[in-house]
């Protein structure tokens, strides 16, 4: 049966070292077959880089999917079409470039999809209404022969990604939430069998403000001045979901949240 790892967002260089350092062992002591990870925050927590993307998947990445901060890092747009296991939200306007899918070869012919979407309340980006789009991949994809498809929803609200939840119960293996860094604690089988979990958290500094310098995110709420928000650097934890996907039965059938490492405890430096 596939079992298929979701890592949220990671988060400048303290995620990728978490992932280039401890993933392949965790694929190892968790036998995951495919590992898919959100590197919208990969280069210094804005967007991602080509050489970027080459060391997440030799570190043991399958695919890369991405959200609002896609095009943060600006050669990004020049070298995103060479890269075949990176896809960009496929609600971003089609005049863009990079996949908005991705298909992965897992084990005894397994099909893979992968498509990300991003919400639309209190997001700054123009897209296309998620659900349709979601609707419209799906259908792309069966079409091309991919049955399984798992929905990745970047959004804020809670509210649009459990709601994108049920709208795609039993027709993606899942739904699975980004964006807002934080891991939530409602991952489950919906009534029709597709995995849910309204955020996976980042794959970064936790201690921190998603992702971010305390002092510097404190001060601008405070005071409102402009500054610069480095990547934090301490408490850095791998997030994300597993799912064990029966395509016999068309359903998941165990779902597990990883934490590494725990316990969740903020230590004083
Ligand atoms: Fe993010
Ligand atoms: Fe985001």
């Known amino acids: 049966m596939p079992r ?6 990671i988060v400048g ?8 350092n401890h993933l392949s062992a965790l694929r190892e002591a968790y036998q995951v077959d495919l590992a898919v990870a959100n590197g919208e925050n990969a280069a210094g927590g804005s967007g991602i880089t080509g050489s970027i993307a080459a060391q997440l998947l030799k570190a043991g990445v399958d695919g890369i999917t991405l959200g609002d901060h896609c095009w943060d890092q600006k050669e990004w747009a020049a070298e995103i079409d060479h890269y075949e296991q990176v896809c960009r939200p496929a609600n971003f306007p089609r005049a863009q470039p990079g996949r908005s899918s991705l298909v992965l070869d897992g084990p005894d012919g397994f099909r893979l999809g992968i498509v990300t979407v991003l919400g639309r309340q209190y997001m700054k980006v123009h897209t296309e209404d998620p659900f349709a789009c979601a609707d419209r991949m799906l259908a792309e994809l069966e079409t091309q022969g991919v049955a399984h498809v798992l929905v990745e929803i970047h959004a804020e609200a ?16 899942g739904v699975i939430g980004t964006h807002t860094h934080i891991p939530t604690a409602d991952l489950k089988v919906l009534p ?14 936790y201690r921190s403000v998603l992702g971010r310098d305390v002092n510097a995110v404190l001060g601008k709420f405070r005071d409102g001045m402009p500054r610069r928000f480095p990547v934090a650097e301490q408490d850095v934890k791998l997030c994300g979901c597993i799912l064990d996907f029966d395509p016999e039965a068309g359903r998941v059938l165990a779902v597990e949240q990883v934490i590494y490492p725990l316990p969740a405890v903020v230590e004083d430096p």
Do not use: C, N
């Open 4 to 9: 298929i790892f979701f890592i949220g967002d």
């Open 13 to 20: 260089r303290p995620g990728r070292d978490i992932i280039t």
């Open 158 to 173: 809670t509210s649009e990604k459990v709601a994108m939840g049920w709208h795609l119960d039993g027709r993606a293996i």
């Open 192 to 205: 029709q069998g597709s995995a849910y979990q309204t955020d996976v958290g980042m794959t970064g500094p």
